[in-house]
């Protein structure tokens, strides 16, 4: 399902960490590998008319288009990848998501952040605009401290898919499953349920005092409810997956709000990837800015996959 690969490098050693996933993702697939770097020209700092020195221009382009040979030269050490690179010249979101349609990658791998200090928010950067223009998935993997360790394979061996019910939600599971299945991963389907009934009803307890027994069993009642309908969805997606690989299971999850209850569950349970889609119920009503998927790649310490599914919604948000 991946035989193509690109990675977006901006130069930083925060970008470049997301080399080793990617190395690994195309041993995995037998997929070749593209490093690529996009020039913004001088002028286009500047504004149309602006300041511009031809000088400079011309050198900021050489260094590079260098400095992708020496990313490939360092990368070229491993003679099982085929890897190549290309400088490109733009904005950047714009210019690599026209790359991607015109090559026809499969994924993109890049991390969330990357010049600047590692504190930086994903909102507003270039793989939010990547996010909102580009329909193949993107693998993003949080930067750490210090420079890629090339030598080091990170292991996927526990991936959690939230879905939400929706068709939009389950376009994910496609490339999540290509992904498990390459790394004999297991698969946990996550459906997160929000719990109407308090814990307590005891005031000295912290949780409010004024239900009355009446309308606290019919929240119960509600929350059974949706918590079989979850159950019974899941573990109807997670048969159908099991037809494909055995290691699948479902958990329903009674916490909001919905991306805390994510993040929450695949760090309690030990997740090596997170696999969603940017939307799923309300389509248009549902951005990506403010939406579940942008806070599970804030909050999340570990990779997240997402995709932009493709449909009625999804289409006409574009």
């Given at each position: 399902?991946?035989g193509?690969?690109?990675?977006?490098?901006d130069?930083?050693?925060?970008?470049e960490?997301?080399?080793?996933?990617?190395?690994?993702?195309?041993?995995?697939?037998?997929?070749?590998?593209?490093?690529?770097?996009?020039?913004?020209?001088?002028?286009?700092?500047?504004?149309?008319?602006?300041?511009?020195?031809?000088?400079i221009?011309?050198?900021?382009?050489?260094?590079?288009?260098?400095?992708?040979?020496?990313?490939?030269?360092?990368?070229?050490?491993?003679?099982?990848?085929?890897?190549?690179?290309?400088?490109?010249?733009?904005?950047?979101?714009?210019?690599?998501?026209?790359?991607?349609?015109?090559?026809?990658?499969?994924?993109?791998?890049?991390?969330?952040?990357?010049?600047?200090?590692?504190?930086?928010?994903?909102?507003?950067?270039?793989a939010?605009?990547?996010?909102?223009?580009t329909?193949?998935?993107?693998?993003?993997?949080?930067?750490?401290?210090?420079?890629?360790?090339?030598?080091?394979?990170?292991?996927?061996?526990?991936?959690?898919?939230?879905?939400?019910?929706?068709?939009?939600?389950?376009?994910?599971?496609?490339?999540?499953?290509?992904?498990?299945?390459?790394?004999?991963?297991?698969?946990?389907?996550?459906?997160?349920?929000?719990?109407?009934?308090?814990?307590?009803?005891?005031?000295?307890?912290?949780?409010?005092?004024w239900i009355?027994?009446?309308?606290?069993m019919?929240?119960?009642?509600?929350?059974?409810q949706?918590r079989?309908?979850?159950?019974?969805?899941?573990?109807?997606?997670a048969?159908?997956?099991?037809?494909?690989?055995?290691?699948?299971q479902?958990r329903?999850?009674?916490?909001v709000?919905t991306a805390?209850?994510?993040?929450?569950?695949?760090?309690?349970?030990?997740?090596?990837l997170?696999?969603?889609?940017?939307?799923?119920?309300?389509?248009?009503?549902?951005?990506?800015?403010?939406?579940?998927?942008?806070?599970v790649?804030?909050?999340?310490?570990?990779?997240?996959?997402?995709?932009?599914?493709?449909?009625?919604?999804?289409?006409?948000?574009e």
């Amino acid at each position: 399902m991946f035989g193509s690969l690109l990675v977006p490098l901006d130069g930083s050693a925060a970008a470049e960490q997301a080399l080793p996933m990617a190395l690994s993702l195309a041993r995995r697939f037998r997929a070749a590998v593209q490093i690529v770097h996009v020039y913004v020209p001088v002028r286009g700092m500047y504004g149309e008319g602006g300041w511009c020195d031809e000088a400079i221009d011309r050198e900021m382009r050489e260094g590079g288009k260098a400095y992708l040979d020496s990313v490939v030269q360092r990368l070229a050490v491993d003679s099982d990848i085929s890897w190549s690179a290309v400088l490109l010249e733009g904005p950047v979101a714009s210019t690599i998501n026209r790359h991607v349609r015109g090559a026809g990658f499969d994924m993109i791998v890049m991390t969330t952040q990357g010049r600047g200090p590692v504190a930086r928010l994903w909102l507003g950067s270039v793989a939010d605009s990547l996010v909102r223009q580009t329909s193949i998935p993107i693998l993003f993997v949080r930067p750490q401290e210090g420079e890629a360790d090339l030598t080091k394979e990170p292991m996927i061996e526990r991936l959690h898919i939230p879905l939400d019910g929706s068709e939009l939600a389950e376009q994910i599971l496609e490339p999540a499953l290509a992904v498990a299945a390459a790394t004999q991963a297991e698969i946990t389907l996550i459906r997160v349920v929000q719990q109407l009934a308090p814990d307590s009803n005891e005031s000295d307890k912290g949780k409010v005092s004024w239900i009355r027994p009446a309308l606290l069993m019919r929240l119960k009642e509600l929350d059974r409810q949706e918590r079989a309908t979850a159950e019974e969805y899941l573990e109807r997606i997670a048969e159908q997956l099991r037809s494909r690989t055995s290691c699948v299971q479902a958990r329903v999850v009674l916490q909001v709000p919905t991306a805390t209850a994510i993040v929450d569950d695949a760090s309690t349970h030990g997740a090596d990837l997170i696999a969603l889609a940017t939307q799923g119920r309300g389509g248009l009503k549902r951005l990506l800015v403010g939406s579940v998927a942008d806070k599970v790649l804030r909050g999340a310490i570990m990779p997240v996959l997402v995709q932009r599914p493709v449909g009625e919604f999804a289409s006409a948000a574009e």
